[in-house]
């Protein structure tokens, strides 16, 4: 089943790129630097939830998020930290570059 619907996505990708006449680049990111770019990004740092009683606390550790061999990696602990069983990291790039 999942086959199925990765082959139905794809076949909509490539419709969807082929009636377009011409693609513009806007914004772009190869993490290509040591560390994360805080021009174009913006860590979240908390633990409240976010209103669907996720029990993760957004970190900006090395642990949490890094840029290893040009990708980006956010990483999933399961760790006790500021009262919250597990961390992780979350980024956005509100008011930057995007």
């Not at 029990?55 to 998020?65: F, L, M, P, V």
């Not at 840029?67 to 961390?87: C, F, P, Q, S, W």
């Amino acid at each position: 089943m999942e086959s199925k619907n990765q082959e139905k996505l794809s076949k909509e990708m490539m419709t969807l790129s082929n009636t377009e006449a011409e693609w513009k680049l806007v914004w772009e990111e190869n993490f290509n630097l040591s560390e994360i770019d805080e021009n174009k990004w913006n860590f979240v740092e908390a633990g409240t939830g976010f209103g669907n009683e996720e029990s993760q606390y957004y970190t900006r550790r090395k642990e949490n998020a890094r840029i290893e061999n040009g990708m980006l990696v956010l990483e999933a602990r399961n760790e006790e930290y500021n009262g919250m069983g597990y961390t992780s990291a979350k980024l956005t790039t509100r008011g930057k570059a995007a």
